[in-house]
């Protein structure tokens, strides 16, 4: 367990200095490189059961919407924490990993399914300095309607879905997903619903 983590903290170091110029959330009109945020909405199980383990990574005050500014630099390091999580956690589900049906948790053994790539990822782009105001996790349904997690990264070039089923950093829109639900930017107990309302999956499955 620790030597895993050991290495994501390394890997983390290694993949930047910090940080990008953080830019205020966009307060215009509709914006089409953005999800379309509605009311708040039900919080996931899992990501309850997760702060319960670790309440250290759940606590904190509210703080202004921010995103990040999208710069070149600010692209590789997202990029390469994508490529580097992808690369070093072998994927297996909650059922045959922890024998429950869905846990969200850091991949510590370097093992783990969707929701579980997203929280190391998470992690990784807070410990670079980057604000978590912008790195979102989210629930989204696949083309056969099963659960599914990723990161949400927001900058001000729009929003990007940092996924275990791609090495590619996608616009959200193109990332292939209904969009579902998704930590509130201002606090991240708070959940708000993305798009047309639909019912949300049960729990996350890849």
Excluded at 175 to 204: H, I, M
Aim: net charge negative; glycine share 8%.
């Amino acid at each position: 367990m620790l030597s895993f983590m050991l290495k994501a903290a390394a890997a983390t170091a290694a993949l930047g200095g910090i940080l990008s110029i953080i830019q205020p959330a966009n307060v215009g009109g509709p914006d089409l490189r953005y999800a379309a945020v509605g009311p708040r909405t039900s919080t996931p199980y899992g990501w309850v059961d997760f702060c319960a383990r670790y309440q250290g990574e759940c606590s904190g005050e509210r703080l202004p919407a921010v995103d990040i500014n999208w710069t070149r630099r600010a692209k590789l390091d997202v990029e390469r924490v994508n490529l580097w999580v992808n690369a070093h956690v072998a994927p297996v589900s909650d059922q045959e990993h922890w024998d429950l049906v869905d846990r969200w948790d850091y991949p510590v053994d370097g093992r783990g399914d969707c929701e579980d790539y997203a929280l190391l990822k998470r992690k990784m782009l807070v410990d670079m300095g980057y604000p978590r105001q912008a790195l979102l996790m989210t629930v989204v349904k696949d083309a056969n309607q099963d659960g599914h997690a990723l990161l949400t990264v927001r900058t001000n070039a729009g929003e990007f879905a940092l996924d275990n089923l791609s090495d590619e950093v996608k616009p959200w829109a193109e990332a292939g997903y209904r969009f579902v639900k998704r930590q509130s930017q201002e606090d991240p107990n708070v959940w708000v619903a993305l798009g047309e309302p639909t019912a949300a999956p049960l729990y996350t499955a890849r």
